[in-house]
């Protein structure tokens, strides 16, 4: 089992509706959560942290974790065709301060 | 502060042949991060730095790679006798973690991509 996991995609979303985007983990150690955006031939850049159960709200952005569950989401709220990129789940292991895990990520594409 | 700094942008270099990058982190993170990206999969951890001690090397890291970070600032990652195996990018990031600190969210540079023909 891969220690973190996304489903590759793409996910096609039309502008304007929730992209909903999700992501598994393996170790149920991991203490700090994070979404990343990548835009083709880019590096990443953060998007989100979440660190506690629940919902983290920021902007059109919501991170949702569930410890219990090893789960992390991702929703964009009325999604434009400039949010169309890979989004990469990162988790840490073990405790909070070890290096970021990535998982493959997801490629988004929001039609105009 | 412009930044994480990678140089160079692009190498292409033929197998067999020695290479070095380079990377200036924002000056008042005390962590450095070397990750390797290649098409479609997500980044994949090589090596990490707190101040100029390394801290742990992935086992991606062949004997064929070294990296190191004289006095904590800028890092270098060599790869010695490249192989074709070796394209991809390479991904150099850096953060502030201290003791109480868990937001230690990445800053990442732009990337060095390497060819190997």
């Known amino acids: 089992q891969k220690e973190v996991e996304q489903n590759s995609g793409p996910l096609s979303v039309p502008e304007g509706a929730i992209a909903s985007l999700n992501c598994t983990y393996s170790d149920r150690g991991s203490q700090s959560f994070f979404w990343y955006r990548q835009y083709s031939g880019k590096s990443p850049e953060l998007i989100m942290s979440?660190?506690?159960?629940g919902d983290k709200e920021d902007g059109r952005f919501t991170a949702q974790l569930n410890k219990a569950s090893q789960y992390v989401s991702l929703l964009i709220r009325d999604s434009q065709p400039s949010d169309s990129a890979t989004y990469l789940c990162a988790v840490t292991r073990r405790s909070g301060n070890t290096p970021l895990v990535f998982g493959k990520g997801t490629r988004l594409s929001v039609i105009a | 502060d412009t930044g994480v700094s990678q140089n160079p942008r692009h190498k292409i270099t033929k197998r067999g042949q020695n290479v070095t990058f380079r990377c200036d982190p924002i000056s008042e993170h005390n962590r450095l991060y070397w990750y390797r990206q290649t098409l479609g999969q997500g980044p994949e951890f090589l090596t990490y730095?707190?101040?100029?001690?390394?801290?742990?090397k992935s086992r991606l890291l062949s004997d064929r790679f070294s990296a190191e970070r004289p006095k904590g600032s800028f890092s270098t990652l060599e790869i010695q006798r490249t192989e074709q195996g070796d394209s991809a990018m390479y991904l150099c990031?850096?953060?502030?973690?201290?003791?109480?600190?868990?937001?230690?969210?990445?800053?990442f540079g732009s990337g060095t991509r390497l060819t190997v023909v």
């Open positions: 730095f707190q101040n100029e001690a390394q801290l742990e």
């Open positions: 979440i660190y506690s159960n």
């Open positions: 990031a850096s953060s502030l973690v201290g003791r109480t600190s868990s937001n230690y969210g990445y800053t």
